[in-house]
């Protein structure tokens, strides 16, 4: 009889009534093949794999990481509410030392839900691990986190709420944005002038195997991780790196998914992307279950899968070599190069057009950070869509000092002197959240 | 006329059921050293007088599978085993003789690697030459594509080996360690099986009793002796099942009810919604089978009437064990049934003896013994409680995943209790005054579970696949494969498979008038590849749904 090292939770939420549209990629039948395989496997009947039915995330627990415009509801399904809450109950069932490790096996997606939500992007309304993070932040001692993002697509959306947090460290490893969606993911995004350095990228050339993504793994990103020693580590885990997926460029394999797992040790790990449902999914899957669990993997081998003929070539070895170096060497000066950029202003400002591919809305948006040595610094957002909403999000971050506290209620205050229909607050540190409709449109 | 009988640890119960109900009962003495010497005489007893050619049919509920299991009195058994991708199946080797050969199938039942014939042949002279007589042949995936299975049963078939059991006739569900054992144990009882029934039989028609014999399944489904030969395996743990028959009739039409069997070791514990048993999602586990064998969902409780009493640092134990009847019958530890001597709720042993014990009971605890007596019976109403409690939230807990069920999905909330068992009626009122709910005895709660296998319906079950752009749609089970040319739609499957269910229920012995088939699990997909829609992907689920026959009154 087979049992599992560590004490492994599986949420499986297929959503087999769900799809963005009948064709879409995220379609009901994309995890019915990894339900097959995963079923006959019997990995649910593996003494210590635990199977957890889902629950479903509160309005407030998507409004502690979301400015939704207009409001919750109207840019989520249920099956939104599901996927995240699949994830908490991940995370729950950690903190609760009910598991060691934790998979929540959901869709849909969720990576690429920035703070502010006018839509779907990428596939993704809300964001899951954001969701699950804030959840642990405000029912349990969990500080400093880790999400490593290993969906072939940039983590745009995690990144874009982490951007400004020093206490979540956030690596993305992706296929180039010169070569894939959304454009976004280069060494040289670091993060804001409060968390310079806790934002990291490593954009790999396309066609890197196996090889080239363990090589990052085990020289960039573990010794990384092992400085910055989070409480929990998330493993945003979207599986298109694979060779066989339809959207993206990537040779990696059934194997080096487990590998992965089992070198990156995540606490909880989160499906995001992966649309091979046939040739990749039941088998990452599987994989990725059996390593999370300490068991062996090794037979887990996707039909059609030739090492030789994946093998990278050497310019693309030395490439991501070369890679690794920048991004070691930004990690390792972060506090300089955050000196530089902060120089002696009392607020920094960015401005971003956002594109909604999904859905097909455009946003305008600016941000601005309260430079602060005491917390993550109170954050202003104006946020306007081609949809016709223009609102103003504020957030007071978690461990806020009084200064940015007071700077956060002030800027929510002037808010119905501007020109927005909505706005929006964030009281981390009292978990409550308002709101004010400024606008009737 | 239907004769129900019942084989328990301790009595073999009997019961002969007319329209109107049963009118007459035995209770043999269960000799568990021969079963067979128990069947008959229990046979013999309700049919004395009776013109026997008025008897439809006889369901046998027995141990006689279970207890080999559990005693490990099983034949040795050969098993080969095709793998592919995955988990090694050396991790499920079962038994000695226990063969992975090489071969895939993958999840839509396409061949990744042919079947590695020469390691079947070489596998199947080394089991000839030991004697191995009865063969299992499983392979993964063999629900979507059964032709690596059928083609190793062609080869061993050379051999002449005596039975052979394949993996995806003994249930159309996918899990593939589960289908191991499952096709394990099919071949692991098939002789002690046929033999006993046809032992039976035949001494029964010696006495010109011909009697069409019906066995008793776990799903609380009957099935005829002659079909129960292929799928031995079924017959397992059907002991609970009787009771939770014998208790449906006493259940409202509508609304959650719970059965507890409180029998002198254990309680057994089980759910109807709306006088339908809840159903095992996958199988029966027994010992350390997982299976696929298709079952009634009971949570079996270490506490009943004579389960040991004891104090244990301090604090009050009951059960898990029971070492002997209780004091007020002969026995020598101190037990439920005689707290409720000392509560004066029974009184037709040896109260003296009863005292004594649960006076030990009470030193220990410092009490008076009428107020331990009263601890050992709440404490013993409260675990079995909570025991149900335990079930209804496994039930209410099971994993779904469409969002339809998730947010819309039947909870069991039950308001009633049904009681049968030996002890049952003194714990009615208890039961009732901690828990809130209804609780009644089932009438005629001592052979409840006799009249129980004596009504219950003939069930089985169908899972049908259909994947248009391969072109085929499978009942693995059936051995039913059709290939599909021009349009199939989700009402043509639905309506192959309630022909498929109606046969298969007419094959184990079912009168028609009684079935009624339905779907329990139904998914329809679309397949798309390149944002084109390229098939129809439909799996379902039907089946006979277990209950009782019309036509008998069971009170």
Same mark, same amino acid.
Do not use: L, W, Y
């Given at each position: 009889m087979l049992k599992a090292h560590y004490k492994t939770g599986l949420v499986f939420f297929p959503a087999f009534d769900w799809a963005i549209d009948p064709t879409h990629p995220e379609r009901e039948e994309r995890l019915l093949y990894t339900q097959d395989q995963v079923f006959e496997e019997g990995l649910l009947d593996i003494e210590d794999i635990i199977e957890y039915k889902p629950d479903i995330a509160s309005e407030m627990d998507i409004k502690r990481v979301h400015f939704c415009v207009p409001d919750v509801f109207s840019v989520t399904t249920k099956s939104h509410f599901i996927s995240a809450g699949g994830a908490v109950t991940m995370g729950r069932a950690l903190m609760e030392k009910e598991i060691d490790r934790g998979f929540a096996l959901v869709r849909p997606p969720g990576h690429h839900s920035m703070r502010v939500v006018h839509g779907n992007r990428g596939f993704c309304n809300i964001n899951n691990e954001a969701i699950l993070v804030e959840y642990l932040r405000r029912h349990y001692p969990v500080k400093k986190v880790a999400i490593v993002d290993t969906d072939c697509h940039h983590g745009d959306g995690t990144q874009d709420i982490y951007w400004h947090d020093p206490d979540t460290l956030f690596i993305s490893i992706h296929q180039d944005g010169r070569t894939l969606y959304p454009g976004t993911g280069f060494t040289d995004e670091l993060g804001g002038a409060n968390a310079f350095g806790t934002t990291l990228n490593i954009p790999l050339p396309p066609l890197t195997s196996d090889e080239g993504y363990l090589y990052t793994i085990d020289h960039v990103v573990l010794p990384i991780l092992e400085e910055f020693k989070p409480d929990i580590i998330i493993n945003s885990a979207g599986q298109d790196n694979h060779f066989t997926d339809p959207l993206t460029n990537m040779n990696f394999s059934a194997q080096g998914y487990a590998d992965l797992t089992r070198r990156l040790k995540p606490d909880i790990a989160v499906l995001e992307g992966g649309y091979s449902i046939e040739g990749a999914l039941p088998y990452v899957n599987t994989g990725i279950i059996l390593a999370l669990a300490g068991l062996d993997y090794k037979g887990v081998v996707e039909p059609g899968y030739d090492a030789a003929r994946m093998a990278q070539s050497a310019d693309v070895t030395r490439a991501i070599k070369g890679i690794g170096d920048v991004v070691l060497s930004n990690w390792k000066n972060r506090r300089d190069m955050q000196e530089k950029i902060r120089g002696n202003r009392e607020f920094i400002e960015r401005r971003r057009n956002i594109m909604y591919d999904t859905d097909m809305i455009y946003e305008m948006q600016k941000d601005e950070i309260r430079i602060c040595d005491d917390c993550a610094g109170a954050l202003k957002i104006d946020s306007s869509a081609d949809t016709g909403h223009h609102i103003l999000g504020v957030q007071i971050p978690v461990h806020a000092c009084p200064k940015c506290v007071e700077q956060g209620y002030e800027w929510f205050d002037k808010a119905s002197t501007g020109p927005y229909d909505r706005a929006f607050l964030q009281d981390r540190p009292k978990d409550e959240y308002l709101e004010k409709i400024l606008k009737q449109r | 006329m239907l004769i129900g009988l019942d084989v328990g640890g301790t009595h073999t119960d009997v019961v002969l059921i007319g329209p109107d109900g049963p009118f007459r009962e035995v209770k043999v003495i269960t000799d568990t050293s021969n079963l067979f010497k128990s069947v008959l005489s229990a046979l013999e007893k309700i049919t004395e007088g009776i013109d026997t050619l008025q008897i439809k049919r006889a369901v046998l509920s027995t141990t006689l599978t279970t207890n080999a299991i559990v005693t490990d009195q099983i034949e040795p058994v050969g098993m080969i085993v095709v793998g592919g991708p995955g988990i090694d199946p050396e991790a499920y080797r079962i038994c000695p003789y226990f063969y992975c050969v090489a071969g895939a199938i993958d999840h839509r039942g396409r061949e990744i690697d042919g079947l590695d014939e020469v390691e079947v042949m070489d596998a199947a002279a080394r089991m000839k030459a030991d004697g191995i007589r009865h063969i299992g042949v499983v392979a993964k995936f063999s629900t979507r594509n059964p032709s690596h299975e059928i083609r190793i049963e062609k080869i061993l078939a050379e051999y002449g080996f005596e039975k052979i059991f394949m993996g995806h006739r003994t249930s159309g569900n996918l899990n593939f360690p589960r289908r191991i054992s499952t096709t394990f144990l099919n071949a692991a009882v098939y002789s002690v099986h046929k033999n006993f029934f046809n032992a039976v039989k035949q001494s029964l028609a010696e006495k010109g009793l011909n009697i069409p014999i019906h066995i008793l399944k776990a799903d609380g489904g009957t099935m005829s002796f002659s079909s129960s030969i292929d799928f031995p395996g079924q017959t397992i743990l059907s002991g609970p099942a009787a009771s939770v028959m014998g208790a449906i009739s006493s259940a409202p039409a509508e609304g959650d009810v719970i059965v507890l069997d409180i029998g002198g070791t254990t309680t057994d514990i089980a759910v109807l919604i709306n006088q339908s048993p809840v159903l095992e999602p996958l199988g029966i586990s027994i010992g350390k089978y997982k299976t696929l064998i298709r079952s009634l969902k009971t949570y079996s409780l270490g506490v009943g009437g004579d389960s040991v009493v004891q104090i244990k640092d301090g604090e009050l134990v009951i059960g898990p064990y029971r070492k002997g009847p209780a004091m007020a019958y002969g026995g020598s530890s101190p037990t439920p049934t005689d707290a409720l001597f000392v509560l004066e709720h029974? +009184? +037709?042993?040896d109260a003296e003896a009863a005292r004594k014990g649960i006076q030990l009971i009470a030193d220990q605890l410092g009490l008076r013994v009428e107020y331990a007596a009263e601890r050992i019976f709440e404490k013993t109403c409260n675990m079995i409680l909570e025991g149900a409690a335990h079930l209804v939230r496994d039930i209410n807990s099971k994993p779904v995943y469409t969002v339809h069920e998730l947010l819309e999905g039947y909870t069991v909330v039950p308001a009633r209790i049904l009681v049968l068992g030996g002890p049952a009626k003194y714990f009615v009122s208890h039961l009732k005054k901690i828990s809130g709910y209804s609780v009644e005895t089932v009438p005629r709660w001592g052979v409840a579970n006799a009249i129980g296998a004596g009504l219950a319906r003939t069930t089985c079950e169908v899972n049908l696949f259909v994947d248009t752009e391969k072109g085929v749609v499978l009942a693995p089970e059936e051995n039913y494969t059709k290939a599909i040319r021009g349009a199939y739609s989700y009402a043509d499957a639905e309506e192959t498979a309630f022909e498929l269910v109606r046969k298969k229920a007419a094959k184990n012995g079912? @009168?028609? @008038?009684?079935l009624q088939i339905e779907i329990i699990e139904s998914l329809s997909f679309n397949m798309v590849r390149g944002f084109r829609t390229t098939g129809k992907n439909i799996r379902i689920r039907a089946q006979v749904k277990p209950g009782l026959i019309e036509g008998y009154k069971a009170l």
């Open positions: - | 029974i +009184d +037709d042993g079912a @009168e028609s @008038e009684n």
